[in-house]
């Protein structure tokens, strides 16, 4: 008997709640309040639900903190042979999962409160909240599964979410990174996620092949406890790794599958801060971790990792320096952190980079909501040059958005500090890390909060730069209440990660560590001691941070002139930084479009109808030219006849006669 | 008693159908639809007979019954089903109704032949699941052949003729081959010390792998070109897009349920058995044209510009992962290719009933005369988006489950010996998503037409009739998505046993190349 036997209660809340929405909620359409109370009353019990649990397992042995509740047999082929496939519906709780599931119901239940403001009026109503249950429920599943293919259904399930709701007022016109400007709708933007996100899948898909054939099995105890005992050929775990990492890529926006996530900014704000924020995109972070043990086999994928995360960290957060609409600049925030998160995993760091997880979760949905909020009282404007001077108008989103912005700049003791910078230390201290990914990091963080000023600046500060026909006013309680709520958390949320340094007890990192404990036995990492430098570090980074708030601070507050001068005439670094490296662009002069116009000029209208058809014409018409042509010398005149047949006795005369 | 005889009821109920037509007056179109929806849908429930009897513990053929038929060549009137025979009556006897259903009326010229012609070939195709004796096979086989000739050359599109031609040529080709391929085995059976000539099915089983390797590949091959014309298998596939688009709805639907799922049947239940050392010795070329299928089928599709060819395609993709799993010779793969002929026939289908239905409103399968048909047709659009999500391989519903055993057996496979087929064959994965959501943006997304007219036509969304029809088929993708045990369980003994003679095989091969190579 599991000592958590409701755990699968967690997961199917929310599929009731979106099996009564999608089947019945349109019978009920215009009652909103009833759809809002089913939509996040179900989000609201699983979380309950999940604390129960966690409280539970607070009060219990670390041994016992882990346990699987079977539901029943998926996909199985029933040889006695020893390779079998069996895979169960089953659900594992340990100190990972539930850190997840707490993060995904918890922050899930504030924004689906927020959307019931937010969608207020929208014909849709109903469908959105159906969506949005039925993304929890594939959340769900892939954080709480105990092996890779049921958490592959909830990886390809929250794919799917994602396309349905970036997607989910498809008729409107949405300019999408590779596309003409203008000619793009949302629906674009959807298909261009989930295809992109498809790419990374086959990753995940062909590193569980390998998993398997390399494990003999696809449940994650088995794998892990047999990967911690066995040697393999560090090629084939190199192989398996990063087939897995590619997965990643494409789920959490990394190098060089990032490009879907910006243009995912089409779905409603409250998608964006749930799916594109807080939760789904830290999937593949969430997969890294869970497969640390892994990971750990194959240095060479970790450098891999986390000089991807490293990259992708730099690349997002300078092209958010330029950005002009308050989502996009959001999203490349959001591509950049995970990026962190990343380079976490690549050093080794899995604890700090899923407490980065867990504090970004807080102040990013944070700021999406803010953003919401902006946008709703600005009639779906979205052009930050077209706003400021806000916060006179949005006291409590302003407030609430600055604390989120101060947070992620790492500014102490906001929640963002303590998690960057503890990824920050072990990359600069860890075995797996380096000073050079360190520098990297650091001038990130910089660069981070220098974007992320000029977004408050240039929304909330100043002079009103719209037009008189707009009179933004502040939210409903609805949404207020979730931001406030989220704005403590922002707060309060690094306390649970203090380092040893300042006295702290890093008390996630313990919580975890028996989940990473046989990863960094692999690797032999041993703990270090508290060294002086470690506060120089957390100073430099501190000062990295106070001096990009001020120099945007300089230049968007007191110095419009510059920033006009610099926005107006695009040259440069900053034309490349506008264009996001041209990357969109690359990809389609170099994968999409040669791939169409061969399939299309060649393969179809050339090969398939011309080549193959043409052969099974041209024996057709061959057939029929022969027998024509035989035809003709049946023609009924009895003397040709003759001349042929005895024609034909003279030369068998010949042949006998001469042979 | 009913055991006995339950498979030649079900096989030849429809008969019923046509006897009663027989004596309908042709102008009462209603009656008609009614007697063939009927009778088909009795025939699905005599079939459920077999389903509930059937027991999958139990090795080797179910529901036996033999009577004598031509005593002088020893050709017997042989019936007997396993469990992916009984999957595959159980979809033809379930999609047969379904495609009436969803098409009532589709059909407005000739009625009575035509749904005649629909009842004969359910009795051909339910046959050729059913028979044991190679002859009785052909028979079925041929006798399939003739109504769907009919269906497509009287019933289709503006094309008709060519196409119905084109079909009767190419499956007519491969299936003398066949014929010819079938009376040489029984002959070349009788040379054999102890042997008679024969074409049941179980004696020849036991006989025809005993064969010297020569003769088994010439018989291969033979029977392998009949089935890769009837899949179709890349380069034999260009009969495939022109039949389906001119067939009549209701035609495409079965068409692509059932009778491309011979072909992969006729691989498993007579190359792999009959002729395994040849089976081995063909598996690189047919593996490698199954994932050419593949990834061809799926480009291909993408860039189609009517719907309706767009969806034959990727039919071509979709069996070629079939052929794959089969030529794995694993059993994730030999149960993968199973369930993946129930879940083509179940989606394919289903998606061919949806182009009908939009077809039948519009007249127009162009993509490009749609867009923003979604705010018009939201119960269309639902159910259009769950067939396509089942047909790209969403996990949670059918296609999945096949695709996944498919690739994940390729991947292992020792015959195979190498990932690259099954990796090659996992970017027809992402092309799925590609065509088909492709397919979906352009025809339902998107802001709507202005006044919502279509090819100047108002669309209204699909009733209640369309509705149940395609609602049925949505059961059951649900259900092999989620719990698969269901049907996975019936087939599990044929897969493994087939799987292990050819283990058996390959083993002995190893161990006589090791003996060899010791000597040496």
Not at chain 2, 179 to 207: E, H, K, N, R, W
Not at chain 2, 300 to 317: F, N, W
Request: proline share 4%; glycine share 10%.
């Amino acid at each position: 008997m599991s000592p958590f036997p409701f755990t699968p209660l967690i997961v199917l809340f929310p599929l009731l709640g979106f099996g009564v929405l999608g089947l019945m909620g349109w019978r009920f359409k215009a009652n909103e309040k009833l759809i809002g109370i089913i939509g996040s009353g179900s989000v609201g019990l699983s979380f309950v639900f999940s604390t129960v649990i966690f409280i539970h397992m607070l009060g219990l042995d670390v041994a016992e903190r882990k346990a699987v509740v079977e539901l029943f047999p998926w996909i199985s082929t029933f040889s006695g042979t020893a390779a079998t496939l069996s895979v169960s519906v089953a659900y594992q709780i340990d100190q990972l999962s539930i850190l997840m599931a707490l993060i995904v119901t918890g922050v899930g239940f504030l924004i689906h409160v927020y959307s019931i403001g937010y969608m207020h009026g929208d014909p849709g109503f109903w469908r959105f909240f159906a969506y949005l249950n039925l993304f929890i429920f594939a959340m769900l599943n892939l954080v709480l599964a105990d092996n890779f293919l049921l958490m592959f259904l909830g990886w390809e399930g929250v794919g799917l979410c994602s396309y349905l709701l970036i997607g989910f007022w498809y008729d409107r016109k949405f300019d999408v990174g590779g596309y003409p400007p203008g000619k793009a709708t949302t629906s674009d933007a959807a298909k261009k996620a989930f295809i992109v996100n498809r790419v990374g899948d086959v990753g995940f898909l062909l590193g569980m092949f390998l998993i398997f054939t390399t494990f003999g099995s696809l449940n994650f105890e088995t794998v892990f406890s047999r990967a911690a005992v066995l040697t393999i050929d560090s090629a084939t775990m190199t192989w398996l790794t990063l087939l897995l990492f590619l997965g990643a890529t494409g789920k959490s926006a990394q190098i060089p599958l990032h490009i879907w996530l910006p243009d995912a900014m089409a779905g409603p704000t409250p998608v964006s801060a749930l799916i594109h924020a807080a939760t789904m995109v830290t999937a593949g972070v969430y997969m890294v971790a869970r497969c640390s043990v892994l990971f750990a086999m194959a240095p060479a994928a970790l450098a891999v990792v986390a000089a991807v995360g490293a990259f992708t960290a730099l690349m997002a957060a300078s092209i958010g320096l330029v950005q002009n609409d308050i989502k996009k600049v959001l999203a490349y925030s959001t591509v950049s952190q995970l990026g962190y998160m990343f380079l976490a995993m690549g050093v080794a760091a899995f604890a700090a980079g899923m407490f980065h997880v867990l504090t970004h979760a807080f102040f990013k949905a944070l700021l999406f909501l803010g953003s919401g909020a902006v946008i709703h009282a600005m009639h779906d404007e979205q052009d930050i040059q077209k706003m400021g001077g806000l916060k006179e108008h949005l006291p409590t989103t302003y407030k609430t958005f600055l604390i989120g912005a101060i947070a992620i700049a790492g500014i102490p003791p906001f929640a963002g500090f303590f998690s960057k910078d503890e990824i920050l230390w072990k990359t600069f201290s860890g075995d797996y890390g380096s000073v050079g990914l360190w520098f990297v990091g650091l001038f990130g963080a910089g660069l981070t909060a220098f974007y992320m000023f000029r977004l408050v600046y240039l929304t909330f500060d100043g002079e009103p730069r719209y037009g008189h026909d707009k009179h933004p006013h502040e939210a409903p309680k609805t949404m207020t209440v979730p931001l406030i709520i989220l704005a403590f958390l922002s707060v309060v949320g690094g306390f649970v990660g203090i380092p040893e340094s300042l006295s702290g007890g890093n008390a996630i990192e313990h919580w975890l560590e028996p989940v990473f404990a046989p990863a960094i036995l692999k690797l032999r990492i041993t703990p270090h001691a508290v060294v002086a430098l470690e506060y120089v570090l957390m100073a430099l980074s501190v000062g990295v941070a106070l001096a990009g708030i001020w120099t945007a601070r300089k230049i968007y507050v007191y110095r419009e002139e510059v920033w006009r001068s610099m926005t107006d005439r695009l040259t440069g670094l900053y034309r490349l930084l506008w264009n996001k490296y041209y990357v969109d662009e690359a990809y389609d002069a170099v994968v999409v479009r040669p791939t169409v116009k061969v399939s299309e000029s060649f393969l179809w209208k050339v090969f398939d109808v011309s080549g193959i058809d043409g052969v099974v014409n041209g024996t057709a018409t061959l057939v029929a030219r022969v027998a024509d042509g035989l035809r003709k010398i049946q023609t009924g005149v009895a003397q040709m006849y003759a001349v042929v047949f005895v024609a034909g006795i003279v030369m068998i005369l010949l042949w006998i006669v001469f042979r | 008693m009913v055991a006995d005889h339950i498979l030649s009821i079900t096989i030849f109920f429809p008969f019923v159908g046509v006897l009663i037509l027989l004596f309908t007056d042709k102008e009462r179109g209603q009656l008609i639809k009614l007697v063939g929806f009927l009778t088909t849908l009795a025939t699905f429930v005599i079939s459920l007979y077999l389903y509930f009897e059937f027991e999958p513990t139990m090795p080797g053929f179910q529901f036996l019954y033999q009577a004598e038929w031509i005593q002088g060549l020893n050709i017997r009137y042989s019936l007997g089903i396993d469990g992916m025979a009984l999957l595959l009556i159980l979809l033809t006897t379930f999609l047969t109704p379904v495609a009436l259903l969803g098409t009532w009326n589709s059909i407005k010229e000739r009625l009575k032949e035509y749904t005649i012609m629909i009842l004969l070939l359910e009795v051909g195709m339910v046959g050729v699941f059913a028979a044991l004796d190679l002859f009785l096979f052909y028979i079925f086989w041929e006798a399939m052949l003739i109504p769907m000739y009919f269906i497509i050359g009287i019933w289709g599109g503006p094309e008709r003729v060519y196409a119905a031609i084109k079909f009767f040529l190419f499956t007519l080709l491969g299936s003398l081959l066949m014929l010819v391929a079938i009376i040489a085995l029984g002959y070349v059976v009788s040379t054999m010390p102890g042997g008679v000539f024969t074409t049941s099915f179980l004696d020849l089983q036991a006989m025809a792998p005993k064969l010297p390797a020569a003769v088994q590949g010439w018989m291969f091959a033979a029977f392998a070109l009949s089935f890769a014309i009837k899949v179709p298998v890349f380069p034999f596939h260009t009969w495939l897009p022109d039949a389906h688009v001119q067939a009549p709805t209701a035609g495409s639907v079965i068409l692509a349920g059932v009778l491309l799922k011979m072909g992969t049947y006729g691989f498993i239940r007579f190359c792999l058995p009959l002729f395994p050392q040849a089976s081995i010795n063909f598996m690189p070329y047919l593996s490698i044209l199954a994932v050419i299928g593949i990834v061809y089928g799926a480009l291909v599709s993408m860039v189609q510009t009517d719907i309706k060819k767009l969806v034959a395609y990727s039919s071509v993709s979709h069996l070629g992962f079939v052929v794959l799993g089969i030529f794995s010779f694993t059993e994730e793969g030999m149960q993968g290719a199973i369930i993946q002929m129930i879940n083509h026939g179940l989606s394919t289908g289903a998606l061919f009933l949806l182009v009908g239905m939009i077809y039948d409103r519009a007249h127009t399968r162009q993509i490009t005369d749609f867009g923003g048909v979604a705010k018009v047709m939201p119960v269309y659009a639902t159910l259009f988006l769950i067939v396509s999500l089942s047909s790209l391989g969403l996990p949670g519903l059918n296609g999945f489950v096949g695709e996944f055993l498919i690739l994940i057996g390729a991947f292992k496979s020792q015959f195979l010996a190498s990932p690259v087929y099954s990796a090659f064959a996992a970017t027809g994965v992402i092309f799925a998503a590609v065509y088909l959501l492709w397919m979906y943006q352009r025809v339902m997304l998107g802001p709507m037409r202005e006044g919502g007219l279509y090819h100047g036509v108002r669309l209204t969304d699909s009733n209640l009739r369309e509705n149940l029809s395609l609602a049925a088929v949505v059961v059951f993708i649900v259900w092999i998505g989620v719990y698969p045990a269901t049907f996975l369980g019936k087939s599990a003994l044929v897969s493994k046993h087939l799987v292990q003679k050819m283990e058996d095989i390959r083993r002995g091969a190893n161990v006589r190349g090791i003996i060899g190579s010791t000597i040496q």
